[in-house]
């Protein structure tokens, strides 16, 4: 079975939520684990239902994304845009596959940039001490939170054997983690059914924060692309730090980080004079803004 099948297949120790001590004990011991060109694949499908957030509307039917193999036949349920500044997002489905996509929209306008600046920490959720998020980010989640919340729970009554992926790139990776960290608190019921693949996600809160999302257990991709900027913020130094687990598209191959270091992070050093290049954050295979 290719590794990453391995790592995210249901029901198993071996999920990429799992720590890397315990994928270690059954026998993942390197740093990092190259993953299959067909695993790439479906790593790719996922980042097209995130470009297509920026783009979709009521109807399955934007350039690129909606005709990207894997995301035929999708139908959208739900769609939104609301607050200043905006957060967008929709819940669609995907028939075949039998799963629901839930994806949050990333930074397209200059109040949204105004909001990732706003990097104090609030504590968040209540329920969960030492756990504090980036206010900007909690922020645009919180503006959609009745309407995501609402959703999920109708189409996941109405599709009990669907899983549930929340899907983002860059801001709409924070809000999707954070989504699911809410989610997992609201309606524990669905945590078997809860999936996270992100795209060019920036750190979200702190180690309590990022601990929470850890310990949920759900299968979690958080991919990096290259040297791309934006996942080596905010800076750890200033008391960020990433969830598990990053994929790291580097030199033509895609690996999972199992031992990232202090820094939780494989692509850097946790810093700005570290390789980087502007285009990194815009080119995920599969993602598009069109």
Known sequence: MPILQQILANNTSASIGASPEALTSIGFITKQVEVSTAEKDVLAMYAAY???????????????????????????????????????????????????????????????????????????????????????????????????????????AKYPDYSISLVGHSLGGAKAAICLLDLSLVMPELLPRLRLYTQGQPRVGNRGFANAVNALGVIMSREVYEYDLIPRLPLASMGFHHHSFEVWDHDNTTKICLDPGPLDHCADADGLFYPSAADDHVSYRGLKYE
């Open 50 to 156: 995130s470009g297509a957030a920026y783009t979709v509307s009521t109807l399955w039917n934007c350039p690129y994304a909606c005709e990207y193999p894997g995301t035929e036949g999708t139908v959208v349920e739900y769609n939104w845009e609301v607050g200043v500044p905006e957060s967008a997002g929709y819940i669609a489905r995907n028939p075949a596959k039998k799963f629901v996509i839930v994806a949050l929209r990333g930074t397209d306008n200059i109040l949204q940039w105004v909001d990732n600046t706003d990097v104090w920490q609030m504590q968040w959720p209540a329920v969960i001490n030492n756990s504090y998020v980036h206010r900007g980010f909690l922020r645009g989640y919180l503006s959609v939170q009745s309407i995501v919340l609402s959703a999920v729970k109708e189409i996941a």
